[in-house]
């Protein structure tokens, strides 16, 4: 019963760090009038390596691998 509880505990604790690693962008107009569709992307912080978009990573989902260089 322990290994149960442990399990679903660190599933739930995996679960919700991958999450919080993502942002919704809500659909939009730009300023010349080009509508962008809602999308998710990686949330800020202050480093590139993690960018859904930079070498090495890909989207989850949309399953893209990044090709921008550090």
Do not use: Q
Request: contains cysteine.
């Amino acid at each position: 019963m322990k290994k149960i509880i442990l399990f679903l505990l660190m599933f739930l604790f995996c679960f919700s760090t991958a999450t919080f690693a993502a942002t919704r962008v809500k659909g939009h107009f730009t300023k010349k009038g080009t509508y962008v569709k809602s999308h998710y992307r990686s949330s800020k912080n202050s480093t590139k390596h993690d960018n859904y978009s930079t070498k090495g990573n890909s989207n989850p989902y949309t399953g893209k691998k990044g090709t921008k260089k550090l």
